[in-house]
């Protein structure tokens, strides 16, 4: 097995200051400073001088943070594992840095800010190089740079979860409220967003979760982000609760991630002038990756749903992109298809079903209903007609609204004509009328009960009482 001091690393970065705290970042506590990086090249052993800001060092280390936790839950840590991991890798964390600025040094030079995709998508394959080379040890790859691995991992007992919040996510919080020792003012983009609506408790918890929120400047990354929302129309309201989902969004650039991004989804189908609703529905949507998106896109037409219904389906409900294929959609498609429904037709009306756990959430459903003496092609034509059924809960919809409809005197069959007995309120709607009709002395067919408009309910009832009459 090769040691970690075997890669091939072809780009060094010393800071001159900031290597001469290694074990803090509260030297980097004036933004308005500067100070001189130098970078050698590997290729050439040229020195490159590049002025950069403490802010966006500081920046660029919690994306190269988020990339790295991001890759290690994906090999299979857990939460716990990979934040002690990342609270120990300090100089590993240096080191992505200065691969960011070795792959991208001429933007640097011109004094271009990286996305917080064109990070991503510089580390990864990076960090997939090194798990190729060192597979199970790569935590201690990490935890142990510049020096060698610990060469027997088995040996090595897990430490147990350190009560001590991280110092850095603090930091980042901190400066939330941090203010001008000149002026006593708050951060430029600290400012701006509370005019937006945004309390500082908000603010904090975004960048508790997200620390990089904290660094990111408001003329370079935020504002533009918010101005463009505002220009395609989304409700000024919105804007906080759309950052709050996403803050990641405003890491990423308007020409090059986020308009082309919008423009290829409008070609998947996406109502150009449903934006407004569908970021705010779903602000992740504009962060995933083509390659994502499609994923879903072909799983949908192999389904034999027509693009124009694809269209319609993405914008609606544009989480369906967020569902893993092979562990979400399609394991759901075959439950239900299991059940005999027409699994496009239900995907197309209720897509919100495909995001539900078939051991959670699905087989109780199937089972309320067998246990109830319906068979699985009764529950089918249920489900067929109407969508939605699967996404109540038993305890406080399904069971209560069945006890009651076990009092009205009709047959079980009614349900599975009129499944969507299930979609009324039953205080404000099942309950009142039933005691209406009860009062009229008639009986209705139950879609009729419920779904006709008060006025027309009247005029069904007084025809029925007439009918009696003259009979």
Avoid at 56 to 79: I, P, R, T
Avoid at 138 to 155: F, I, M, Q, R, T
Avoid at 187 to 197: N, T
């Amino acid at each position: 097995m090769k040691t970690f001091s075997s890669i091939q690393l072809p780009h060094h970065f010393y800071c001159a200051r900031f290597f001469s705290y290694p074990t803090t970042r509260t030297q980097l506590s004036f933004p308005a400073k500067v100070f001189i990086c130098q970078a050698k090249s590997g290729i050439d052993g040229s020195l490159n001088l590049k002025v950069v800001s403490p802010t966006l060092l500081v920046a660029e280390k919690e994306e190269a943070k988020a990339v790295l936790a991001l890759f290690l839950k994906k090999q299979g840590l857990s939460n716990a594992v990979a934040a002690r991991t990342i609270n120990k890798s300090d100089l590993f964390i240096d080191h992505l840095v200065s691969k960011l600025h070795s792959k991208h040094r001429s933007w640097y030079l011109a004094g271009r800010e990286l996305t917080t995709l064109e990070i991503r998508d510089a580390l990864i394959p990076y960090l997939e190089s090194l798990f190729e080379e060192h597979g199970d040890i790569l935590v201690d790859v990490v935890e142990n740079y510049p020096n060698p691995p610990v060469k027997d991992k088995s040996a090595v007992p897990v430490p147990p979860s350190s009560p001590v919040l991280d110092s850095k996510k603090l930091k980042a919080v901190s400066l939330v409220s941090e203010t001008d020792p000149d002026g006593g003012n708050l951060r430029p983009h600290i400012v701006y967003l509370m005019e937006l609506g945004m309390d500082i408790e908000q603010i904090r918890s975004i960048t508790h979760r997200f620390p990089a929120f904290a660094y990111y400047s408001l003329e370079g990354k935020v504002k533009p982000v918010v101005e463009f929302f505002l220009e395609l129309g989304v409700p000024r309201e919105h804007i906080p609760i759309i950052l709050s989902k996403r803050p990641q969004l405003c890491g990423f650039s308007l020409s090059e991630n986020l308009k082309p991004t919008m423009k290829f989804l409008e070609s998947l189908g996406i109502d150009k002038k449903q934006w407004p609703k569908v970021i705010h529905r779903f602000p992740a949507l504009l962060t995933y990756s083509r390659q994502k998106v499609m994923e879903s896109i072909d799983f949908l037409l192999e389904l034999g749903l027509s693009e124009e219904n694809i269209g319609k389906i993405l914008t609606r409900c544009p989480h369906i992109v967020s569902y893993s294929v092979e562990d979400n959609l399609r394991p759901t498609a075959k439950y239900f298809r299991s059940l005999g429904a027409d699994v496009g037709i239900l995907l197309f009306r209720c897509p919100q079903n495909f995001g539900l756990s078939i051991e959670a959430n699905l087989k109780p459903i199937t089972a309320f209903f067998l246990e109830r003496g319906y068979t699985l092609e009764e529950i089918g034509t249920m489900i067929s007609r109407y969508g939605a059924l699967y996404t109540f809960s038993l305890t406080e919809n399904l069971i209560p609204k069945w006890d009651f409809f076990l009092t009205t005197g009709y047959p079980n069959s009614e349900l599975v004509k009129f499944p969507q007995y299930f979609g009324y309120s039953l205080e404000k709607r099942i309950k009142p009328r039933f005691a209406i009709m009860k009062k009229s002395g008639v009986k209705l067919l139950l879609n009729q009960v419920l779904s006709l408009s008060s006025s027309n309910f009247d005029k069904a009832l007084k025809k029925k009482m007439k009918k009696m009459q003259d009979g």
